[in-house]
């Protein structure tokens, strides 16, 4: 069950990190672009929560709301 969870979560991450890749592959070379050889896999700034800072305290706020916190493995 937490691998799933887990997987999923990873998921949604990446899926979203695709939407950076243009730019990423595009912009001057430098800290955040691995010197302009994006990889989505090795890069902290392209592996963050799909739609931002305010999508991710939704969320948050959403799990909280439902109090079912789906989606979410508490141990």
Do not use: Q
Not at 12 to 26: M, Q, S, T
Not at 33 to 60: C, Q
């Amino acid at each position: 069950m937490l691998a799933e969870v887990e997987a999923g979560w990873v998921g949604l991450v990446e899926c979203a990190a695709r939407a950076g890749e243009r730019f990423f592959a595009e912009c001057t070379p430098g800290h955040y672009n691995n010197e302009g050889k994006p990889d989505r896999k090795a890069s902290f700034i392209t592996n963050v929560h799909a739609g931002g800072p305010m999508a991710y305290f939704k969320l948050l706020a959403d799990w909280r709301e439902e109090g079912a916190f789906a989606g979410l493995a508490l141990r």
